[in-house]
């Protein structure tokens, strides 16, 4: 079966299964446990919390750089936010010049700063932190990653994949098609219908009333007449001509009726035969009805 039999349904549906496993994969291991973000990105460096936080209360530099770019904070997953972005560091041991390097950090909930106050909910996280930090530094900049989140993942994935594989692709194939770069489908035969004839397991009457087509043979001429003489020898001499069926001796009998019938004077035939009279009265209230009169008995 080539990629031309397939339907545009056919393709929906392997674009669902296909966007699914994707989602899946981007959620869970094999063993369906949950992925964090520092796994997929293990080649990023991790840097101290004390650091993270230092450099996220400097303000940027004379050039307009930040210390800390980039800032993204992904959905907590069992029960710890990770945090990921660019640290700027001197390039060469060179003050004023330097480059930006990925980091990464794993924070708990509660968050807590090192030498600080305690949190001041057991769900404070550090999204709330740079939250109040931005309330006195605007120029804190950060996003939050909404595309970890489930069902914003299994979304993206499963209507990725329906657009590019259910929807594109099968239209791109069409193209191709038409085009003709690709073989177009070749039409499905019809079953044909059981044929509404019951021949009682007849097979010799069952091989006349199947269709064939072309002239018939001699050896099928040879075969009809002899099943016709077999039918004419059933029905005890009748004849199959014209559409007509009837015996030699009720032809006969028939027209000799017929014959005696129109020879027969009208006044020889035999009378009409009249219903007895009765002697009725007639009554009624609002129209005349006619009513049997009754003989009394006698006594």
Same mark, same amino acid.
């Given at each position: 079966?080539?990629?031309?039999?397939?339907?545009?349904?056919?393709?929906?549906?392997?674009?669902?299964?296909?966007?699914?496993?994707?989602?899946?994969?981007?959620?869970?291991?094999?063993?369906?446990?949950?992925?964090?973000?520092?796994?997929?990105?293990?080649?990023?460096?991790?840097?101290?919390?004390?650091?993270?936080?230092?450099?996220?209360?400097?303000?940027?530099?004379?050039?307009?750089?930040?210390?800390?770019?980039?800032?993204?904070?992904?959905?907590?997953? #069992?029960?710890?936010?990770?945090?990921?972005?660019? #640290?700027?560091?001197?390039?060469?041991?060179?003050?004023?010049?330097?480059?930006?390097?990925?980091?990464?950090?794993?924070?708990?909930?509660?968050?807590?700063?090192?030498?600080?106050?305690?949190?001041?909910?057991?769900?404070?996280?550090?999204?709330?932190?740079?939250?109040?930090?931005?309330?006195?530094?605007?120029?804190?900049?950060?996003?939050?990653?909404?595309?970890?989140?489930?069902?914003?993942?299994?979304?993206?994935?499963?209507?990725?994949? %329906?657009?590019?594989?259910?929807?594109?692709?099968?239209? %791109?194939?069409?193209?191709?098609?038409?085009?003709?770069?690709?073989?177009?489908?070749?039409?499905?035969?019809?079953?044909?219908?059981?044929?509404?004839?019951?021949?009682?397991?007849?097979?010799?009457?069952?091989?006349?009333?199947?269709?064939?087509?072309?002239?018939?043979?001699?050896?099928?001429?040879?075969?009809?007449?002899?099943?016709?003489?077999?039918?004419?020898?059933?029905?005890?001499?009748?004849?199959?001509?014209?559409?007509?069926?009837?015996?030699?001796?009720?032809?006969?009998?028939?027209?000799?009726?017929?014959?005696?019938?129109?020879?027969?004077?009208?006044?020889?035939?035999?009378?009409?035969?009249?219903?007895?009279?009765?002697?009725?009265?007639?009554?009624?209230?609002?129209?005349?009805?006619?009513?049997?009169?009754?003989?009394?008995?006698?006594?």
């Amino acid at each position: 079966m080539g990629l031309e039999n397939l339907n545009r349904w056919h393709w929906m549906l392997i674009s669902l299964i296909v966007g699914a496993l994707l989602g899946y994969a981007q959620l869970y291991d094999l063993t369906g446990k949950r992925i964090t973000p520092d796994e997929w990105y293990s080649d990023r460096r991790t840097i101290g919390l004390a650091v993270l936080m230092g450099k996220l209360n400097v303000p940027k530099t004379e050039q307009g750089y930040a210390m800390i770019a980039d800032l993204t904070i992904y959905p907590a997953i #069992e029960g710890k936010v990770c945090v990921a972005g660019n #640290e700027l560091l001197p390039a060469n041991g060179k003050q004023g010049i330097g480059i930006y390097r990925p980091f990464q950090q794993v924070t708990e909930i509660p968050f807590r700063l090192i030498d600080g106050p305690p949190p001041p909910s057991p769900t404070y996280s550090i999204l709330d932190y740079v939250k109040d930090l931005q309330k006195n530094r605007p120029d804190v900049a950060y996003r939050f990653a909404w595309w970890a989140v489930p069902p914003f993942t299994w979304s993206i994935w499963i209507g990725g994949s %329906f657009l590019v594989i259910g929807i594109l692709f099968p239209t %791109f194939l069409s193209v191709l098609m038409g085009a003709g770069y690709m073989p177009v489908p070749k039409p499905r035969e019809k079953p044909l219908r059981k044929s509404l004839y019951n021949s009682g397991g007849n097979e010799e009457m069952e091989g006349l009333v199947k269709a064939k087509k072309g002239p018939i043979s001699a050896a099928e001429q040879n075969q009809l007449d002899e099943l016709t003489t077999r039918l004419e020898q059933n029905l005890g001499g009748a004849t199959i001509a014209s559409g007509q069926v009837g015996t030699a001796t009720d032809t006969g009998a028939t027209a000799a009726a017929i014959r005696k019938l129109e020879a027969q004077p009208l006044d020889e035939q035999r009378p009409l035969i009249e219903a007895p009279k009765e002697d009725l009265e007639w009554g009624g209230e609002f129209y005349p009805v006619a009513h049997a009169k009754h003989k009394e008995e006698e006594k």
